[in-house]
């Protein structure tokens, strides 16, 4: 009995091993019989994903005997658990495969669809974006891309707007892709408690231009950058308001502005709907979104308490005025980079070298700004100003009143301490002093 136990228990590894060899001589078949197309290029050489596929089930091999190893061993080493756990690996490991071949010759497809149109790809990502204290969540949908394909928008979790209207979210992909050309989107205002849906051509030759076009940033060094812009956001705003911007390293533009629909899911589909998309559907679900802290901040939910929702609040922050900024730095000072980012959600960086050729320009109301500068002594300072909503609108409508093709100056004046920044809305000899309610931060930049 001593002898015999090792001699069947090396048989038993014998029949894992043989069961190993045929799962990968079927996964190696139903390769070759596949038809896959497209190629890996490497350093010097490159393959067939036909080829690297099989090299990878070759591979796989000895993870797959270990595997069915333990499983035997944890189930007792019996030929039926063995069976067991052959069949199970050989049929994932195939599913996986036809899975994964049938994803690379869609994607080969497409980027031969898209070579053959002349299109050019660019790599981004897609997020999602909300208002502050007005969640939203994609339920289904995303961006149609020229010549075929889809960037999703859903499973992208809730956009809460914690960061600002406009500012980036969660993105999924950044492979090289095709511009949208098409918006289709159904999304839950958890605010309103309501779906909306929109289904309309977006401006792809305005993206394509921007893209082509690029945009250029200041690194650590002080060397300017130029590289292309990489997101593509979409905001939705309560009343089925959608905007899309593109983002690059310091700069965001607006494509456009477009309406979405109520819309009803129907019963049926919630029905057959499984966990999590389920969850929209539960008012519970939709309650604790709205009296989440992380989500929604405390502040935000007592200031909005039995408010009514400021429908059309967001359409006001698109309009622009001609407006450029101007500095007064006391004691022969002088400007360093200025950025700022409007309500609108744009962002805007006019570098020193810029700046100061800087004209007119059809810009937004800005929210926040920050610029730099040195004293005399080459001592370097920053500031920040966050702006009171309600003081600025109102400056900018009553100096705008009469004629809104205006060219106004934003004065930013710097004190002699260089520790504090006034600020000032001048058109001819109309001044405005835009300074109670603002948040303004003024630091010194060590060396």
């Known amino acids: 009995m001593v002898t015999k136990e090792p001699k069947k228990e090396k048989s038993f590894y014998y029949k894992i091993l043989l069961a190993v060899l045929t799962i990968g001589f079927l996964n190696i078949a139903y390769l070759l019989y596949r038809d896959m197309s497209g190629s890996i290029s490497f350093y010097y050489f490159s393959l067939t994903e036909k080829t690297i596929c099989i090299i990878l089930s070759l591979i796989a091999m000895p993870i797959m005997y270990a595997l069915i190893a333990i499983a035997a061993l944890l189930l007792k080493k019996t030929n039926r658990n063995l069976y067991i756990c052959s069949a199970v690996l050989s049929l994932s490991s195939l599913i996986y495969i036809h899975a994964n071949t049938t994803y690379a010759n869609y994607s080969y497809q497409q980027e031969k669809r898209i070579e053959a149109m002349n299109l050019e790809l660019f790599e981004w990502e897609e997020n999602n974006n909300a208002p502050l204290g007005y969640p939203v969540e994609v339920y289904r949908g995303g961006l149609e891309l020229k010549g075929g394909g889809y960037a999703g928008l859903s499973h992208h979790g809730t956009s809460s707007g914690k960061h600002g209207w406009g500012a980036l979210g969660a993105g999924m992909s950044s492979r090289g892709k095709a511009l949208p050309e098409r918006l289709h989107v159904t999304w839950l205002s958890y605010a309103e408690d309501t779906f909306y849906t929109i289904d309309c051509p977006v401006d792809y030759d305005k993206m394509l231009r921007l893209f082509k076009e690029g945009c250029d940033w200041k690194g650590a060094s002080g060397k300017i950058r130029h590289e292309t812009y990489d997101t593509i956001i979409v905001g939705y705003a309560p009343g089925g308001v959608v905007v899309i ?58 200031a909005n308490k039995n408010k009514p ?139």
């Open 309 to 447: 929702i400021p429908y059309g609040l967001w359409d006001t922050y698109r309009e622009k005025y001609s407006w450029k900024p101007t500095f007064l730095i006391q004691n022969e000072g002088e400007i360093g980079d200025f950025q700022f980012t409007g309500f609108n959600g744009e962002r805007e960086d006019l570098f020193h070298e810029r700046l100061i050729n800087d004209d007119y320009k059809k810009r937004a109301i800005p929210k926040t700004l920050a610029f730099d500068w040195k004293d005399k002594k080459g001592e370097q300072y920053s500031g920040y100003i966050k702006f009171d909503e309600k003081l600025i609108f109102d400056a900018f409508k009553e100096i705008y009143k009469e004629n809104k093709e205006l060219q106004a100056e934003i004065e930013f004046r710097v004190n002699i301490p260089n520790d504090f920044i006034t600020v000032t809305l001048k058109v001819n000899n109309n001044n405005i002093m835009i300074n109670i309610g603002n948040v303004v931060e003024v630091f010194k930049v060590r060396k």
């Open 245 to 302: 911007w593109v983002y690059g390293q310091g700069t965001q533009v607006e494509i456009g502005r477009y309406k979405g629909k109520k819309t009803v899911i129907s019963e049926e589909e919630i029905r057959s709907l499984e966990y999590p998309d389920k969850l929209f559907f539960q008012q519970s679900y939709r309650d604790k979104k709205m009296n989440n802290p992380g989500i929604v901040p405390p502040e935000v939910q007592k």
